[in-house]
């Protein structure tokens, strides 16, 4: 089955960009997805990107799709501390079956 | 406009005790699902729904039952419940075409 892989811990200086970077298997999914977890809540889509699109950008974040290398990025320009967070990247199965990789947590100091 | 919304938030149970945990959406959504979330494990996918009246397992169907009755609820039922069964659940939605799920804020449950 499809496997995604994150890497679990990133730490950053507030001010700093953050790059967090998701691999993946199978590259039949039609999107990918970044989503944003808080500490106690649910998942927040942050953005996501069309299977056929190389980047896209949306304020302070900058998704990047290597289907080459089956890798997917999320930049995240000036990193403040309400950026501190759990990260998920995820393909979609079809009907609403997506597949996750295991979080990245982001910590922001000053 | 509620969203997704899913109760209980939190839930202690016994070994061997049965539950639902519910879940419901007001956005007219097609496609419904419920995942488990262990440290480390990222969301594993459950039980999926494609519309009323159907349903279909995962990647950890074992222990949970879920039916669709109407297109607003997917409750997920958990039979006999199991300490390796602790965990905080999320049910999703979406509407056709693979956009955007929206999560429910998560149940927390423990069984000891």
């Known amino acids: 089955g499809e496997d995604v892989e994150q890497s679990l811990f990133l730490s950053v200086r507030e001010g700093d960009s953050s790059v967090i970077n998701c691999t993946y298997t199978d590259s039949s999914s039609t999107y990918l997805y970044w989503y944003k977890q808080e500490p106690g809540a649910g998942l927040q889509l942050l953005t996501y990107i069309f299977s056929n699109m190389d980047m896209k950008q949306d304020q302070r974040l900058t998704v990047l799709l290597n289907k080459k290398d089956k890798h997917l990025s999320l930049r995240i320009a000036d990193t403040q501390t309400g950026d501190s967070a759990i990260y998920f990247c995820?393909?979609?199965?079809?009907?609403?079956?997506?597949?996750f990789g295991a979080g990245t947590r982001l910590a922001v100091h000053p | 406009n509620a969203g997704v919304t899913q109760t209980p938030k939190f839930q202690v149970l016994k070994t061997g005790q049965s539950m639902t945990l519910q879940c419901a959406q007001d956005?007219?959504?097609?496609?419904m699902s419920w995942y488990r979330q262990d440290p480390g494990m990222g969301l594993r996918l459950i039980h999926y729904s494609v519309g009323a009246g159907i349903t279909d397992q995962g990647e950890v169907p074992n222990g949970y039952n879920v039916s669709r009755s109407t297109t607003e609820d997917f409750p997920l039922r958990l039979l006999s419940a199991a300490p390796s069964q602790t965990s905080v659940y999320f049910c999703a939605s979406c509407d056709t075409g693979d956009t955007e799920a929206f999560f429910g804020q998560g149940t927390r449950l423990t069984v000891v």
């Open positions: 995820a393909l979609s199965g079809g009907y609403n079956k997506l597949i």
């Open positions: 956005m007219n959504h097609e496609y």
